[in-house]
């Protein structure tokens, strides 16, 4: 019983922040490479940042300077923090990756989703 579960979207004004977290649970060793996705109404998932297990990371060019995506391995938590949040940010946010199992094998598993809605 693996899960990934994103919590900490909300209603926010433009300008405004959040941050959110998605931690993984059950019988599992740890996270590997790690994800942020979302998804704005009619239109595809998108990839938002990516964080490796050595803690390298990528961004869509619309979020650079904008979101920070870490990692607590201890507590096998990847964050997204989101500044100066933009009506276009408006998506459900997903967490991915790559999770490693006690029986040693290795599974990618999603969230099922945090929405996130920046409105005037």
């Known amino acids: 019983q693996v899960q990934l579960v994103e919590s900490g979207g909300g209603f926010v004004h433009p300008g405004g922040s959040l941050r959110l977290s998605c931690v993984a649970s059950g019988s599992i060793f740890g996270i590997a490479g790690m994800g942020w996705y979302r998804q704005a109404p009619g239109k595809q998932r998108e990839l938002v940042a990516t964080i490796t297990s050595g803690g390298n990371t990528n961004y869509v060019d619309s979020v650079k300077g904008r979101f920070t995506i870490s990692r607590d391995n201890a507590e096998n938590t990847v964050y997204l923090q989101m500044n100066s949040l933009k009506p276009e940010d408006t998506a459900v946010y997903y967490c991915?990756?790559?999770?490693?199992?006690?029986?040693?094998?290795?599974?990618?598993?999603w969230g099922q989703g945090t929405q996130v809605t920046v409105s005037s």
């Open positions: 991915n990756g790559k999770i490693l199992l006690q029986t040693l094998a290795s599974r990618t598993y």
